[in-house]
């Protein structure tokens, strides 16, 4: 008998660079297309993790869409790569007419928030509609950090450490709280539904930046055994050939250091840092853990490509380029995966084949 398998999906944070996990999972969509299996995203994979713009791909693609039919996801990957290429541009639109204009009411307006969320949420309630997270087609994790209570959020349809329900929320104010990266958007104001209560919060990329560890732990709560578990985790890519001078960070002070025109290095070097000490513990403990499979695809950028808020159509084109490039290095990972996929989905329908059968006699 087939070893039954349970698949999750961990995207890493990276603003405007989730472009690129979405390529790349395009393109497994392609090569499963090619081999006969024609299922949305969340009925291959068991269970979805995300941070910041990793939360709002994996939500789009485990959300119902509002008023849509039964099993339909809130958003394809051609809707969701429409919005990184085309609508992320209204998003990451920078108005110094609006900063002047809060200037009046708040003297400190200028070392505001660079971005308004406004456009943002608009497009998260179309989307997302008020479903909340407990309607999700799969199993899903999105990071987010509490600025008031001052811990780590883990926002989830799955189980707690008791076996309880976890608290619940809306999506589109799930996906508001792990996008709210600092100095780019205000801290997101959300609804606890279970609690009757709102939360303050910030980006989960503060904190877990790749929350692939956190994915194995949801698992583990849900009971799934190790042998059992199947991790694909995607980075957004980074620019190791993007430096931050000592000659020039020496007299950046409080402000340069979050000044988004230098790429608001501070938050630039937390994420860059826990991707890469994430992504070496998941290597290492998962070695450790042999009966765990765990596949990691990331690769470099062009210098200029990190800056989290790039949307202009010269960047789009340009980690669009960075894509193909990760796409055509791990090809044969890539293909190992989709007969992965398929033979997990060959194995479902012949199981429930033979239960009906079985149930009949």
């Known amino acids: ?40 995203l969340h009925e291959l994979f068991d269970l979805m993790a995300g941070t910041s713009t990793g939360g709002l791909i994996a939500a789009g693609l485990s959300a119902p869409r509002p008023g849509g039919t039964n099993g339909d996801a809130a958003a394809t990957i051609s809707e969701l790569r429409s919005f990184y290429e085309c609508e992320a541009r209204e998003i990451f639109s920078y108005s110094i007419s609006a900063r002047l204009a809060r200037a009046f009411t708040n003297p400190l307006g200028l070392f ?9 949420e608009k497009l998260l ?33 799955g189980l707690e450490e008791n076996g309880s329900r976890p608290d619940d929320y ?6 508001r709280a792990t996008t709210a ?69 020496v007299g950046w002070g409080a402000l340069g250091w979050m000044q988004p025109s230098k790429g608001v290095p501070i938050l630039s070097i937390f994420s860059d840092g826990q991707t890469q000490t994430a992504s070496y513990q998941a290597t290492h403990l998962f070695n450790e853990v042999p009966n765990v499979s765990y596949h990691r695809i990331d ?8 800056d989290f808020a790039n949307a202009r159509p010269g960047n789009i084109i340009t980690l669009n380029g960075a894509a193909d490039r990760m796409i055509r290095d791990n090809t044969v990972l890539l293909d190992q995966l989709a007969d992965l996929l398929t033979d997990h989905v060959e194995t479902r329908e012949r199981d429930a084949t033979s239960a009906v059968l079985g149930h009949a006699a």
């Open 181 to 249: 990266a600092p100095s780019y958007f205000e801290p997101a104001r959300i609804d606890n539904l279970t609690r009757k209560s709102q939360e303050a919060m910030v980006d989960g990329g503060v904190f877990m930046n790749d929350p692939a560890i956190a994915a194995y732990l949801e698992a583990r709560k849900l009971g799934w055994d190790e042998d059992e578990i199947v991790i694909i985790s995607l980075g957004t890519g980074r620019a190791k050939e993007h430096p931050f001078r000592y000659e020039d960070a």
């Open 112 to 120: 505001d928030e660079t971005y308004d969320a406004r456009p943002l």
């Open 299 to 306: 690769g470099e950028l062009e210098p200029h490509a990190e």
């Open 1 to 40: 008998m087939t070893q039954k398998k349970r698949f999750i999906l961990s995207i890493d944070g990276g603003g405007v660079r989730g472009l690129i996990p979405l390529r790349i999972l395009e393109s497994l969509e392609s090569r499963l297309m090619h081999r006969g299996i024609e299922q949305p």
């Open 170 to 175: 809306y999506f589109w104010q799930a996906v």
């Open 125 to 157: 309630k179309e989307r997302f509609g008020w479903t909340s997270m407990a309607s999700g087609l799969c199993k899903l994790v999105l990071t987010a950090y509490d600025i008031e209570q001052r811990k780590a959020v883990f926002m989830t349809n």
